[in-house]
Nanobody
């Protein structure tokens, strides 16, 4: 069975850090474009970070640029979202998505594989 599973969410203090992991099960993420999205109740889905299926540059949304970064571990078949200097505005569910594309994909409609999400809670 092919699926994506996000882990690493939880409770963190304001200004703290978390690392989210997107792990692929039943298939290889090699050559897959990957996206991280977040969506809070009552708000639209927001693209957070993206990478192509190759080793090209990473795209980061302005709201997280300088605080978040994205990376891939091909040996472990995982993708990560490192989140530093977390704010209350970052508190929401985070989702990873993948599609078999060599180029970077930012349109969520073009992703055909999605995880169920992991919750990030920021306390003061």
């Amino acid at each position: 069975q092919k699926q994506l599973v996000e882990t690493g969410g939880g409770l963190v203090q304001f200004g703290g850090s978390l690392r989210l992991t997107c792990a692929a099960h039943g298939f290889s993420l090699a050559h897959y474009a990957i996206g991280w999205f977040r969506q809070a109740p009552g708000k639209e889905r927001e693209g957070v970070a993206f990478m192509s299926g190759g080793d090209g540059p990473i795209y980061l949304a302005d709201s997280v640029k300088g605080r978040f970064t994205m990376s891939r571990d091909r040996a472990n078949n995982e993708v990560y979202l490192q989140m530093d200097s977390l704010k209350t505005e970052d508190e929401t569910g985070y989702y990873c998505a993948a599609t078999f594309r060599g180029v970077m994909v930012r349109n969520p409609a073009e992703y055909d594989k999605w995880g169920r999400g992991t919750q990030v809670t920021v306390s003061s």
